[in-house]
Nanobody, 117 residues
Framework: QVQLVESGGGLVQPGGSLKLSCAASGRVFGINSMSWYRQPPGKERELVAGITIGAGTNYADSVKGRFTISRDSAKNMLYLQMNSLKPEDTAIYYC???????????WGQGTQVTVSS
């Protein structure tokens, strides 16, 4: 009963920046944490960054210092600011929301990020 829609992906040069957005709707009151995952072509899906409601954030070592995850609770929005992008950041990026008490996990459809010169 939670719907997630990602936006903001596109083609960018190495060293450039993009900001991804995730709009959450439905039963958002039960969400404990939200995260960004990504899946490069031919590889497994991996965690990029996460934020726990009422707590803190965590990042994959590969993006720490370059990416910033944030949340706007009033608008039910999740963001991922990506700076100093590298070709290895190329992937489909997915928004994830978890209701831990009920072991519910929700996924968006994904947005493509391509870093190439």
């Amino acid at each position: 009963q939670v719907q997630l829609v990602e936006s903001g992906g596109g083609l960018v040069q190495p060293g450039g920046s993009l900001k991804l957005s995730c709009a959450a709707s439905g039963r958002v009151f039960g969400i404990n944490s939200m995260s960004w995952y990504r899946q490069p072509p031919g590889k497994e899906r991996e965690l990029v960054a996460g934020i726990t409601i009422g707590a803190g954030t965590n990042y994959a070592d590969s993006v720490k210092g370059r990416f910033t995850i944030s949340r706007d609770s009033a608008k039910n929005m999740l963001y991922l600011q990506m700076n100093s992008l590298k070709p290895e950041d190329t992937a489909i990026y997915y928004c994830n929301a978890v209701i831990a008490t009920l072991a519910y996990s929700y996924w968006g459809q994904g947005t493509q990020v391509t870093v190439s010169s």
